[in-house]
């Protein structure tokens, strides 16, 4: 995924009100940027990090959300890299990701369609896609969160999570194809496991989801000012 223009730089000096973030540039000039992630963004919100952020106006025109801020806030560094904080982006990432047809992930796919209500009602999942063995629904989720290498989610307890997780399991409980795909936003991490202490209940829900047959990937990414590139598949892991 490119980002066009570039993502400028920027440094972070606080959160507030949960979809705000103050920036500054690096001519001294002070700003507010709009923050797309609702989660705790555990271990990155450190004053004076590096911060990569993008324009939020086009041609002179308001866009987003939030119109009056000029700026939307895209990746904040931490233990050394640059971690992909805007949410929304992960679902564009994902689209690429299962078009690719990568064998690491879900192989070769057809007729890729976003945001698809399940046959049931109710609950929405990211991707209906098709293989070989009929349809695949995969829910996406953006990981930001790591500690000493070890990629986790969710970084707050997720009702929302747990639904698409039910929704999932289902789906492979009846006899379907159903899979989950964790976008870890910073490249350095080298496997993936559910934050237990933050939200037990999701993972005992991916646990049971797991042993149901829905498919469990994660997907190690390398967040800079030009872009973001999905690596390579991590191993997941479940704790005991």
């Not at 006899?175 to 496997?191: I, N």
Request: proline fraction near 6%; aromatic fraction near 6%.
């Amino acid at each position: 995924m490119l980002f066009d223009p570039p993502l400028l730089p920027a440094s972070f000096l606080a959160r507030r009100k949960r979809f705000f973030a103050d920036i500054v540039f690096p001519d001294g000039t002070a700003a507010v940027a709009h923050l797309a992630n609702t989660g705790s963004m555990h271990g990155l919100l450190q004053a004076g990090a590096r911060a990569l952020v993008r324009p939020a106006r086009t041609a002179g025109k308001p866009a987003g959300r939030w119109p009056k801020l000029a700026w939307g806030l895209e990746a904040l560094e931490a233990e050394g890299v640059f971690v992909g904080v805007n949410t929304l982006r992960a679902n564009a990432l994902a689209a690429e990701v299962l078009r690719s047809g990568r064998s690491d992930v879900f192989g070769p796919l057809q007729d890729i369609r976003a945001e698809v209500a399940l046959p049931a009602g109710g609950t929405r999942i990211d991707f209906l896609a098709h293989n070989a063995q009929g349809a695949l629904w995969v829910e996406v989720k953006s990981v930001s969160m790591a500690h000493a290498g070890v990629a986790q989610f969710p970084d707050a307890p997720t009702e929302r999570g747990r639904k698409h997780l039910q929704a999932l399991t289902a789906i492979a409980r009846d006899g379907g194809q159903a899979a989950l795909l964790l976008l870890a936003l910073r490249s350095d991490v080298h496997v993936f496991t559910p934050a237990v202490a933050i939200d037990p209940e999701w993972a005992h829900l991916l646990r049971v989801a797991c042993a149901t047959g829905v498919r469990v990937r994660a997907v190690r990414c390398s967040v800079q000012a030009s872009g973001i590139d999905a690596l390579e598949a991590l191993p997941v892991t479940m704790p005991a």
